[in-house]
């Protein structure tokens, strides 16, 4: 008898020294006077409870095509967000029966509950038990998913603590939270965020994954299975514990009917919940759940590769990966799904997705004084997680790969020569068959240049463009300049590929430790070669310089946006680039012109153009590395740009040869870049330019003549 009483003692005790502390705890920080400690916590609730107020809540970024369609998602959180009369009155019901049935009488914390659970922490040792009203729940759900965001598990942990402190923090808030905000605000907000399993986090979001419904159409049963696995979506997830999610389910419905949700005729009422109650879970057999990120997207394997370019840009333009995975954000893009295919289905055409070593990739871009909008970024290979089947799940149509354009750099001399007076598109250069260069010497003896085909000993500017001899473009460098040549490629828009990266195709560190750039050791190293195109490049930024030339020398960085849009519906700021005019306009017409013949005649890429039936003015380039281990074509019309580069990509560079694609390891019959580049380039081209006039090249002027 002793014993009992003194337990109860102690019981009665424990509750009056908990609760007057608890009491106090809440209270404090809405009275004055209390010191600079009470206004700190004052400060703290303030704050906390204004951002709950808000509801800025984590929410799927969607990024779109040019047309405004959805091509991915990105979310840490899949929500969407609702207001109170997107919420059928069942799902309000369900939740409010099981978890705060009191919520429209209390002013945010269960009184009564409270002084329960201080009681058992003043026996027990600190641990509290029951008692959160939704108000509160809210509270501790914002702190865990919201605030706690960059660790959920660790947040969780801590914002549901078994302890008297955590309630008091939770119980402060909520006291504040019910002044700022009505009832029903208070209840949206929680049906708003509240996790509800399977990556599904509020009741929009669930209802769409579990039924493919929306919230506002939810039955009973289904309200209250949402309502049943709230806050315990993993040991009652209805997908992999259906019978313990079912029982659950029941019971709510139960409660439902015990306040009056069914209505005051009880005979009725209990009738409506066991036909509830014997429904099926009725989830879907395949969950909707929103595609996440540039693998999941409804294209990936086709527009992963710009998705991925795209968030890269992004990221560099001052967009932090939390704005993106949690912002909400519409990102209006460039990307034209019409040319994004006709580039993939050439690319694929000429280089099967799952040839062993060998990758073809494509970039377009549409020229213009004021942006070039990249409108297509495409790989043979698939993009994706899977090597196994050829997948690659890097934008190597937009990076620098550690393999050479070729010829296609000679552009890039011949510019130079015609800035500094050397030659124009119509005077003659020389073509011996062999060249002994002492400008660029090889290991202390001339470097010998020869030709990969016959050609006579002197041409036009347009006509060495048109067939690529090699000993012409070298001359020209050495008349020219090789550091104004590197200056040139800089300019018309080698960018990246000149002072991003090092010789071999590494991102230089901050600390240049792996440095120099591949622009600075080809002029340390006076190499020669640099005209002949051997070292790494971005097919991104090839397609950009041939938007340059037929933009009249005007340089914007080839830019995947058009726009980003917050939740608010307003225009968020990207740090990008200016356009600036490279080159002046008579030089890019002239080039143009001079550029003019590669597709037509005896031109390298003829012989594809004409298989192709492509038959507009054009400017292009061809190129071929001196193993064969890459080839490349850049191109364009005043309508479009684009450069294609097929390359060995396998861990063992070899030769690649043609008809069939191949590796031919040792063979002297290598490929060239009329041969699948080309192709490549006109078949996709063709399809992007249906429907389009024929536009013609700007005139040549006479100076550069």
Not at 23 to 50: E, I, K
């Amino acid at each position: 008898m002793f014993a009992a009483r003194a337990s109860g003692l102690v019981k009665l005790l424990g509750l009056c020294l908990t609760a007057g502390v608890l009491l106090a705890a809440m209270v404090f920080p809405f009275v004055g006077g209390l010191g600079l400690a009470s206004n700190r916590a004052a400060d703290t609730v303030d704050q906390t409870s204004g951002d709950l107020a808000k509801g800025e809540l984590p929410l799927v970024t969607t990024i779109q095509d040019m047309n405004g369609d959805p091509i991915a998602y990105l979310y840490d959180q899949y929500r969407i967000p609702l207001e109170t009369k997107d919420i059928a009155d069942t799902m309000k019901g369900a939740i409010l029966a099981i978890e705060d049935k009191r919520f429209y009488d209390h002013q945010g914390v269960d009184w009564q509950g409270i002084a329960r659970a201080a009681a058992k922490a003043g026996v027990d040792g600190g641990a509290t038990q029951g008692a959160s009203t939704l108000t509160q729940q809210y509270v501790k759900n914002y702190m865990a998913f919201v605030l706690g965001a960059d660790n959920e598990q660790e947040a969780w942990e801590k914002a549901t603590e078994a302890t008297v402190g955590r309630k008091m923090r939770e119980a402060r808030v909520a006291l504040q939270l019910e002044q700022q905000m009505t009832k029903d605000e208070i209840l949206t907000g929680y049906l708003n965020i509240v996790p509800l399993g399977n990556q599904t986090y509020g009741v929009g979001a669930a209802a769409k994954a579990y039924f493919n419904t929306t919230a506002d159409k939810l039955t009973v049963p289904q309200a209250a299975l949402l309502a049943a696995i709230a806050n315990r979506p993993s040991s009652l997830n209805p997908g992999a514990s259906p019978d313990k999610a079912l029982e659950r389910r029941n019971i709510v419905i139960d409660k439902m009917r015990e306040n009056g949700a069914f209505g005051s005729d009880e005979t009725e009422a209990k009738k409506k919940a066991e036909e509830f109650k014997a429904q099926p879970l009725g989830i879907v057999e395949d969950l909707q759940i929103l595609p996440k990120g540039c693998v999941g997207a409804g294209d990936g394997p086709i527009y992963g590769f710009f998705c991925s370019y795209l968030l890269d840009y992004l990221r560099a333009s001052g967009i932090t990966n939390k704005q993106l995975q949690r912002g909400g954000l519409t990102i209006k893009t460039t990307m034209d799904p019409k040319a994004t295919k006709a580039a993939k289905q050439s690319a694929e055409q000429q280089v099967p997705k799952t040839q062993n070593g060998i990758a073809n990739v494509m970039s377009v871009v549409q020229p213009g004084a004021d942006k070039h909008r990249v409108r297509a970024l495409v790989a043979s290979r698939d993009f994706g997680n899977k090597a196994e089947l050829g997948q690659v799940a890097r934008p190597v149509p937009a990076e620098v790969l550690p393999f050479g354009p070729g010829s296609v750099n000679k552009i890039f001399t011949a510019a130079a020569a015609m800035k500094n007076g050397v030659t124009g598109i119509d005077r003659k250069v020389k073509v011996p068959k062999v060249y002994n260069s002492r400008v660029y010497p090889n290991g202390g003896s001339a470097w010998r240049v020869q030709n990969a085909g016959d050609y006579p000993e002197e041409m036009t500017l347009t006509q060495a463009l048109a067939t690529s001899p090699n000993t012409g473009f070298v001359i020209l460098q050495e008349q020219a300049g090789l550091n104004n040549v590197v200056d040139m490629a800089y300019k018309l828009g080698m960018r990246e590929t000149l002072t991003g990266v090092n010789r071999g195709a590494e991102p230089l560190k901050s600390d240049g430790s792996n440095g120099p750039s591949q622009g600075d050791w080809t002029k340390q190293n006076n190499a020669g070669s640099y005209t002949l195109g051997p070292g790494a490049t971005s097919v991104l930024e090839l397609a950009n310089v041939a938007a340059t030339i037929v933009s009249s020398g005007t340089w914007c960085p080839p830019t995947p946006v058009e726009k980003v849009i917050d939740r608010y519906g307003k225009d968020v700021p990207l740090k990008e680039m200016p356009c600036e005019q490279a080159v002046e306009p008579e030089l890019a017409n002239s080039l143009a012109q001079g550029m003019s013949h590669d597709t037509t005649g005896s031109g390298t890429a003829a012989a594809a153009a004409s298989g192709s039936g492509w038959n507009r003015p054009t400017i292009g380039k061809t190129g071929t590395t001196e193993e064969h281990k890459s080839v490349a074509f850049l191109a364009a019309t005043p309508q479009y740009a684009g450069a294609v580069m097929t390359y060995a990509d396998g861990n063992s560079p070899q030769v690649i040869c043609a008809n069939p694609i191949r590796l031919c390891p040792g063979s002297s019959q290598g490929v060239f870049g009329g041969q699948v580049a080309a192709p490549t380039w006109f078949n996709a081209m063709k399809a992007i330019h249906e429907g389009l006039p024929v536009a013609p090249l700007p005139p040549a002027a006479p100076r550069y003549k």
